[in-house]
C-alpha cells in the first residue's frame, strides 16, 4: 500500500519561500505510470491543484502560481519536494501531497499546515 | 481556463435519502471528471474517476454519471459515515496539463 508523508516548516515568514517533501513509502516513485502532485486548501476552503512531477522530471504547474513554484524530485530518496517563493498571508494552508495516475489522484498524504505570519 | 461549478453549495439530508450533486464545466472536458470526498481534518479521498467509474473499494451507493459540461454525483442511499464535503475536478487532457476543483458541496444529515 503506497502512503504519503508531508514533512517541513509549519511557520514561514513572509517574502521567504516555503519549502515542503513528501516522502513515499510501499512504492517506487520511479515508476513511469505514475505523477506525483501537490495540493493546497486554505483553511476553510476549497481545494487548489498546485503542480506535479513525473519521476523524470517533466513538470507542470497551476498557471496562477507557475512563477513562484518549483517542484522536484529525488528517487534517490523516493521523495518529491515543493518550493513556493515570495510567499504572503495567502499562501497560509494544508498542503497534500498525492500520487496521480491518468488524471486522478488516488493516494493522498494527510496533509500539513503551513502558515505564513511574521 | 476551465471553469467549474457545483450546486448545491451545502445540502442537508436523511438517512436514506437519495442525495444529487451536479458539477457544470465551462466547456466540454469529455469524461475528465473526478469526484472526491473530504472529511473534516482529513485528505480528499477519490471515489469516483473519468466520471463514471468507481474507486476500488467504494461503496456501490456512490456513482457518478455524465459527459461534456455536465455532471453528477449520486449517493443512492444517505449513510451517517457519508457526512463531508464534496468536489468534482477536472483535467483537460491525458497527459493532464492542468486540473481545476470545483467549489464543493457540504452534505448534513437533517
Known amino acids: 500500500q503506497v502512503q504519503l508523508q508531508e514533512s517541513g516548516p509549519g511557520l514561514v515568514k513572509p517574502s521567504q519561500t516555503l519549502s515542503l517533501t513528501c516522502t513515499v513509502s510501499g512504492g517506487s516513485i520511479s515508476s513511469g505510470d505514475y505523477y506525483w502532485s501537490w495540493i493546497r486548501q486554505p483553511p476553510g476552503k476549497g481545494l487548489e491543484w498546485i503542480g506535479y512531477i513525473y519521476y523524470s522530471g517533466s513538470t507542470y504547474y497551476n498557471p496562477s502560481l507557475k512563477s513562484r513554484v518549483t517542484i522536484s524530485v529525488d528517487t534517490s530518496k523516493n521523495q518529491f519536494s515543493l518550493k513556493l517563493s515570495s510567499v504572503t498571508a495567502a499562501d497560509t494552508a494544508v498542503y497534500y501531497c498525492?500520487?496521480?495516475?491518468?488524471?486522478?489522484?488516488?493516494?493522498w498524504g494527510q496533509g500539513t499546515l503551513v502558515t505564513v505570519s511574521s | 481556463d476551465i471553469q467549474m461549478t457545483q450546486s448545491p453549495s451545502s445540502l442537508s439530508a436523511s438517512v436514506g435519502d437519495r442525495v444529487t450533486i451536479t458539477c457544470q464545466a465551462s466547456?466540454?472536458?469529455?469524461?475528465?471528471l473526478n469526484w472526491y470526498q473530504q472529511k473534516p481534518g482529513k485528505a480528499p479521498k477519490l471515489l469516483i474517476y473519468d466520471a463514471s467509474n468507481l474507486e476500488t473499494g467504494v461503496p456501490s451507493r456512490f456513482s457518478g454519471s455524465g459527459s461534456g459540461t455536465d455532471f453528477t454525483f449520486t449517493i443512492s442511499s444517505l449513510q451517517p459515515e457519508d457526512i463531508a464535503t464534496y468536489y468534482c475536478?477536472?483535467?483537460?487532457?491525458?497527459?493532464?496539463?492542468?486540473?481545476?476543483f470545483g467549489p464543493g458541496t457540504k452534505v448534513d444529515i437533517k
Open positions: 466547456q466540454d472536458i469529455s469524461n475528465y
Open positions: 475536478q477536472q483535467y483537460d487532457n491525458l497527459p493532464p496539463t492542468a486540473f481545476t
Open positions: 498525492a500520487r496521480g495516475y491518468d488524471g486522478y489522484d488516488g493516494y
